[in-house]
């Protein structure tokens, strides 16, 4: 079962979420999601536990629980819809006359 879990503090790293999930059984990958422009963490993770039994034990247990100072909220992941591994739209900030998109009234 692959588990979202939101409102980490920005200081939690793979392995304290890791710890966090151990005595709800094995665990294939725990992932706090870092933003790549600087490095921090966003406040989000996901777990992946081996059995679904377990999971959904961690899930009642941990949603809502306070962790490291922050109330978390547990839920089972949502499988990632079409399209939303696409890379985002770059704009242009110079489109429109580089004046903030609006033209300039020429007399």
Known sequence: MNIFIAGLSYSINDND???LFTEYGEISSAKV?????TG???GYGFVELAD????QKAIDELNGA?????????SEARPRTEGSDR????FDNNRGGGNGGYRKREY
């Open 66 to 74: 306070e962790y490291d100072g922050r109330t978390i909220s547990v």
């Open 87 to 90: 890379p985002r739209r770059s």
């Open 40 to 42: 921090r963490s966003k």
């Open 33 to 37: 999601i870092m933003d790549r422009a």
């Open 17 to 19: 979420l890791r710890d």
């Open 52 to 55: 679904n039994t377990a999971g």
